[in-house]
């Protein structure tokens, strides 16, 4: 069953937000996976946490969680929903954008539904909860998206997805600077391929990118709980970007400062992508 929490009687967009327990947490895409794993860390930090994604009702996970929180159905490609959403929420101290889906495959093998799904979700998705609800974090705020380490080193295959999450990188950093006089910082987090409810959502265009993509989200050692602990650490310092892991870190630190060196082994996976089909 759904739990609805009161409303706090707190104002709007001019109240500062508060940095200890008892601040009001809202995710995206909260039912399963990071957005999930968010979720508990928040809680067990005694925030408020309003959990949305395009369930009807709760699922079983959200349903067994501890602590102050509730439930409402979110789909992120709605317009209807964000008005909604702002109109029922007062104020935020923290707005974490994270539903995504994944896309693999080459640009020949990937169609045009599939671009406009994943945009509409991946980028549109996050722009429209920006819009609704940054109104309503107040000074010491914080604005979170869920990009990846695709986001800033763009491996071959993975072009839909790799475009959108570059694309919530820049659109993180842009609101850092838009919201920073405001008092309200920014973050983007980044990790590599980790064990989320990910693969489910590929689309299906390209089956043997889609089982590579498959293999890397599975086979990793890191878990949702693991980058969930880890970005909110990094969300709660102001990072603007986060690489929760060291292989992205490694990986976003190569491209910055070994640029050619970088590109020319993007390339060599390339040619042996290429080779095996």
């Not at 069953?1 to 909260?30: E, H, K, W, Y």
């Not at 789909?75 to 994944?102: C, E, P």
């Not at 959502?201 to 498959?214: F, V």
Request: proline share 4%; hydrophobic share 45%.
């Amino acid at each position: 069953m759904t739990r609805f929490l009161p409303r706090r009687s707190a104002g709007l967009s001019g109240q500062a937000a508060s940095d200890g327990p008892g601040r009001r947490v809202l995710i995206t895409g909260a039912a399963s996976g990071l957005g999930l794993a968010l979720a508990r860390e928040y809680l067990a930090l005694g925030d408020e946490v309003i959990l949305t994604d395009v369930h009807a009702d709760p699922p079983a996970a959200v349903q067994g969680l501890p602590g102050r929180w509730s439930y409402r159905r979110l789909d992120v490609t709605s317009d209807a929903d964000w008005a909604a959403a702002a109109q029922d929420i007062d104020s935020l101290d923290i707005l974490v954008n994270n539903a995504g889906i994944a896309v693999g495959g080459s640009l020949e093998t990937t169609s045009m539904e599939s671009w406009q799904r994943i945009v509409d979700i991946n980028l549109l998705g996050v722009v429209r909860g920006c819009r609704a609800l940054a109104p309503k974090l107040g000074r010491g705020g914080r604005l979170v998206i869920t990009a990846s380490a695709a986001g800033l080193v763009h491996a071959p295959k993975m072009g839909a997805y790799n475009a959108t999450k570059a694309a919530a990188v820049a659109l993180g950093e842009t609101l850092d600077a838009e919201l920073r006089p405001r008092g309200v910082s920014t973050s983007v987090i980044c990790p590599q391929f980790f064990r989320s409810g990910l693969a489910e959502s590929l689309s299906g265009d390209d089956p043997k990118a889609d089982e590579m993509a498959r293999k890397l989200l599975t086979r990793t050692r890191l878990t949702s709980e693991i980058i969930a602990r880890r970005s909110v650490r990094g969300i709660e310092a102001r990072r603007v970007v986060i690489t929760p892991d060291a292989l992205a870190t490694f990986f976003w630190y190569s491209k910055r400062f070994s640029r050619v060196p970088f590109l020319g082994s993007t390339r060599l996976i390339g040619r042996a992508v290429a080779r095996q089909g």
